[in-house]
């Protein structure tokens, strides 16, 4: 099946610094990616849709100035939380789907675990 | 606006018993169906779908959904559970004229005692 990877797959860090979470598709290309915030004992909330070549998709009160997202393969994706603050604080997890074939069904990584202190 | 509706947020059920997680969408158009499972430190991962023809869909690991159009649902089902179905499983619905966005439930955790 497809693999999606995240990495790191947590990170602490310092209020008021930047933290970048990279997402990489391991055995297919993909043009379109997704960012999702999960909060505990909440559901997948997608922050924003990631487009190789093109600026990303944010959803609704997603700050696009604070989730800065790059896409600049079809196999990588990149989140950088700028100036992160405790609130930041979440589990991130991207996803994928291959260009041809799946049928659409969405490949997620393992997560990424942003603690801000 | 898509919506889902998950009602159950923390089953426990003893092994063997059958299961059933109820899920609830909303939206205007056509639809495709997803339930999704986590296990306990992986990823998520796909345990079946719905996007069109029968409407009883069987997915990995004995489950199966079935799409009811009228209720605007997908139960998800499964005749008698094992220990190692102690995960958490998500109900998502995207529209049929593009799997893009895919809006999840706020997920229902299964536990199974031995």
């Known amino acids: 099946g497809a693999v999606v990877s995240q990495h790191p797959s947590w990170v602490i860090c310092k209020s008021g610094t930047s933290v970048k979470i990279e997402c990489r598709s391991l055995d297919f290309q993909a043009t379109t990616m997704f960012w999702y915030r999960q909060f505990p004992k909440q559901s997948l909330m997608l922050m924003a849709t990631s487009n190789e070549g093109s600026k990303a998709t944010y959803e609704q009160g997603v700050e696009k100035d604070k989730f800065l997202i790059n896409h600049a393969s079809l196999t990588l994706s990149t989140l950088t939380v700028t100036s992160a603050h405790p609130e930041d604080s979440s589990f991130y997890i991207c996803?994928?789907?291959?260009?041809?074939?799946?049928?659409?069904?969405?490949?997620f990584g393992e997560g990424s675990r942003l603690t801000v202190l | 606006a898509q919506s889902v509706s998950q009602h159950n947020h923390h089953v426990i059920l003893s092994e063997a018993a059958s299961l059933e997680l109820g899920c609830n969408y909303s939206y205007g158009g056509t639809v495709n169906l997803f339930w999704y499972v986590q296990y306990p430190g992986q990823h998520l991962q796909l345990l079946l779908k719905y996007f069109s023809g029968d409407p009883l869909v069987k997915g990995i690991k004995g489950f199966e959904a079935e799409f009811i159009k009228s209720k605007f649902s997908f139960n998800l089902r499964k005749p008698s559970v094992q220990w190692s179905d102690t995960a958490e499983y998500f109900c998502a619905v995207s529209s049929s004229r593009g799997y893009q966005k895919v809006t999840f439930g706020t997920g229902t955790k299964l536990q199974v005692i031995p």
């Open positions: 996803s994928a789907t291959p260009l041809a074939g799946h049928s659409g069904e969405l490949f």
